[in-house]
């Protein structure tokens, strides 16, 4: 018989009005790298929560070490060696990289027959683990100051630290990016080595050809299927997860530069005062989806903060339909109809203690109340009219929209925000990285959704790190390098490599 680190069985997990898992069966081998498949909301996430411990079962058992358990707490499934890490981050800003990475099992020592905390031996781990995975700081390093893909990589350090059996990590790679994930992986490959067990959420399907040896497959709770990693295509997957074929690939209608309709928004000269961004000009026009290309901190997210007002400027001048606006914060940017889809949705994108209908209904109250949201509110009655309708757009996934939105989904998140947004009849909306986290299914319904917006005159911009979603998606593409637009190719003109070239070259050297 063959040795299991972990059995899931039979497994049933009910929320109230929601049936999230439905007799699901799941294992894990030594050795291997075991991937969890599905759309957003099939129930992944939950159940790695139940082997957290963090969820309790409605039904089935779950086998550990050859001991088999109803439930396990958070301390239990710790002492037995499975450590997870969540899909959202929970590292603690405030907190150093080190004191996040020993949170709640500091090292100690013995000094004059009294127990100490060890700070040497935790910093000497620390930077041993930081050089480990490439992340370039120091174990003292505030955590608020990196940058969402290095927080991401304390996370993964704080996993690997701990020196777990099982690793669960659930969505690692949303925000790397490409070298890290290569570090990601070279971590991943060792554990595997040392004959740890590695769990795999993903919605990257290449990634999981890359990296996996097994996978199983969800769809709306039930238990679709095992199989080895190999003997499957990347078709068979999407079948598996969403029931059907997808439809032939999205794809942007290239536009005669003639037919583009008039200018939607302007930006001129705009440079930061911090000098992230130094002399950006471009003109975004109706019926055109235009993207941002470059590498990460490049400049393009920083661009797009200082349109929205969310940082200062030292020069630039913006115009909306050739009206010169005055953008001094995001509450002027609203105003005006310039929404800012954001990238890190747990920290920026929605109210935690929030219900859905609240999440959905705020940016267009606070765009209709005076006096910089005083007086003019909406009533409850408004409100659920506006959330009723973007959950049936948008095709949220949820119970009520009573619900406190922190319980859906990553997926059904994202689009709460974006349904936001268009509840708000924004004019321009700027999506940064928008199918982080997003399944293949979805995503073709957010593309959809992008390219009716357009024709519906709306100015859309995009920043994204996946240049396969670029080129799927845009009309014409700018691409940054160190702070400065370093290359611009129409749909036509587009390909990966000039994209790739253009963000690593400067202008002046090509
Ligand atoms: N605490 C909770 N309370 C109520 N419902 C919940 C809770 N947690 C999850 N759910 C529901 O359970 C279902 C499965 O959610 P889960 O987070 O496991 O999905 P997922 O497969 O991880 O999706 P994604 O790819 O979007 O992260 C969803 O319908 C979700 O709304
Ligand atoms: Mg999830």
């Known amino acids: 018989m063959e040795q299991f680190l972990v059995e899931m ?107 100490v905390v060890d700070k040497a031996r935790m910093n000497q781990e620390t930077e041993k683990l930081l050089t480990d995975i490439g992340l370039k700081c120091t174990p003292q390093t505030r955590v608020g100051y990196l940058r969402i893909s290095e927080k991401q990589m304390v996370e993964i350090a704080k996993a690997v630290a701990f020196n777990a059996d099982v690793i669960i990590m659930d969505e690692p790679t949303s ?54 990693v190999k003997d499957v295509t990347i078709d068979d997957l999407v079948t598996m997860m969403v029931g059907r074929e997808l439809q032939s690939k999205y794809h942007a209608t290239s536009h005669d530069r003639a037919t583009l309709g008039e200018v939607v928004l302007e930006v001129s000269n705009l440079t930061r005062k911090d000098g992230y961004v130094k002399d950006i000009n471009f003109k975004l026009h109706k019926g055109e989806i235009l993207g941002f290309s470059g590498l990460v901190a490049s400049g393009r997210t920083e661009t797009m903060e200082a349109i929205y007002g969310a940082v200062p400027i030292s020069s630039g001048e913006l115009r909306l339909n050739g009206k010169q606006l005055r953008i001094r914060n995001t509450y002027d940017a609203l105003k005006h109809g310039i929404a800012l889809v954001t990238e890190n949705r747990r920290e920026t994108g929605f109210f935690h203690n929030f219900s859905i209908r609240r999440n959905l209904s705020l940016a267009k109250q606070l765009k209709d109340s005076k006096g910089g949201g005083l007086y003019g509110l909406v009533s409850g009655a408004q409100e659920r009219k506006i959330s009723a309708e973007q959950v049936r757009a948008m095709q949220i996934k949820c119970a009520t929209i009573e619900q406190s939105i922190t319980e859906l989904s990553g997926g059904n998140q994202q689009k709460v925000i974006l349904g936001k947004w268009l509840a708000a009849g924004s004019k321009v909306i700027i999506f940064d990285e928008p199918t982080k986290g997003i399944d293949v299914g979805t995503k073709s319904e957010i593309y959809k959704l992008m390219r009716m917006l357009c024709e519906q005159g709306v100015g859309v911009i995009v920043v994204s790190s996946e240049l396969p979603e670029l080129l799927a998606v845009c009309d014409r593409i700018l691409v940054y390098y160190e702070g400065r637009i370093n290359g611009e190719y129409t749909i036509d003109d587009a390909t990966e490599e000039k994209l790739v070239y253009s963000a690593t070259v400067p202008r002046e050297d090509a």
């Open 9 to 115: 069985r039979d497994i049933d997990k009910s929320f109230p009005g929601v049936k999230a898992l439905n007799q699901v069966n799941f294992s894990l081998k030594p050795g291997e790298v075991h991937v969890l498949l599905g759309e957003n909301g099939a129930g992944k996430s939950t159940l790695m929560k139940i082997l957290s411990g963090a969820y309790e079962p409605t039904n089935g058992e779950i086998t550990v070490r050859g001991q088999t358990y109803k439930q396990l707490t958070p301390k239990l499934s710790q002492q037995l060696g499975i450590s997870i890490i969540y899909q959202e981050l929970s590292v603690i800003s405030e907190l150093s990289v080190q004191e996040n990475i020993f949170l709640g099992r500091l090292l100690t020592c013995n000094k004059l027959g009294m127990t």
């Open 175 to 228: 925000s790397l990016t490409e070298e890290e994930i290569a570090q990601l992986f070279g971590i991943i490959r060792r554990l595997k080595a040392a004959g740890k067990g590695i769990i795999y959420i993903s919605h990257k399907l290449k990634e999981i050809k890359t990296i996996g040896d097994r996978v199983t497959v969800l769809k709306d709770g039930e238990y679709v299927g095992t199989h080895n």
